[in-house]
C-alpha cells in the first residue's frame, strides 16, 4: 500500500505561482510512474502531468504544457508539480498519484485507470 498526502494547494491570482507536493509512505514508489490530475466541479478528472518511473520522460496535457512542471525525488519519496502562468481555468481540486509497477522503463501513464494509488487532493484556486 502506498498513502499519498498532498499539500501546497491554496488561492493564486491570475498569472501566479504554486508548488505542490506529494508525500509518499507506506512503500517505495521508485519503480512506479507518478502523476497528478486535477478535477474541477461538473467535471470528470483529468491527466495534468506524469513521470515515468525511471524519471527523464515526462508528459503534460496540451493546457498546462509550458507552463507546469513535474518532478519527483526518490530518495524523498516526493512528487511536486510547479505551476506557472496560473489561469483561471487551472481551478481544481489536483490529486498526486501513483501508477502500478510493470510499465516500461519510460513510459508516462496518462488514464486515470493506470492508477492504484492516490490522494485526498488538495485545491487550487485562481482568481482574477
Known amino acids: 500500500q502506498v498513502q499519498l498526502v498532498e499539500s501546497g494547494g491554496g488561492l493564486v491570482q491570475a498569472g501566479g505561482s504554486l508548488r505542490l507536493s506529494c508525500a509518499a509512505s507506506?512503500?517505495?514508489?521508485?519503480?512506479?510512474?507518478v502523476g497528478w490530475f486535477r478535477q474541477a466541479p461538473g467535471k470528470e478528472r483529468e491527466f495534468v502531468a506524469g513521470?515515468?518511473?525511471?524519471?527523464?520522460?515526462?508528459a503534460y496535457a496540451d493546457s498546462v504544457k509550458g507552463r507546469f512542471a513535474i518532478s519527483r525525488d526518490n530518495a524523498k519519496n516526493a512528487v511536486y508539480l510547479q505551476m506557472n502562468g496560473l489561469k483561471l481555468e487551472d481551478t481544481a481540486v489536483y490529486f498526486c498519484?501513483?501508477?502500478?509497477?510493470?510499465?516500461?522503463?519510460?513510459?508516462?501513464?496518462?488514464?486515470?485507470?493506470?492508477?492504484?494509488?492516490w490522494g485526498q487532493g488538495t485545491q487550487v484556486t485562481v482568481s482574477s
Open positions: 498519484a501513483v501508477g502500478r509497477s510493470g510499465f516500461g522503463t519510460y513510459y508516462v501513464p496518462v488514464g486515470v485507470y493506470e492508477y492504484d494509488y
Open positions: 513521470a515515468s518511473w525511471s524519471g527523464p520522460n515526462t
Open positions: 507506506g512503500r517505495t514508489f521508485i519503480i512506479h510512474p
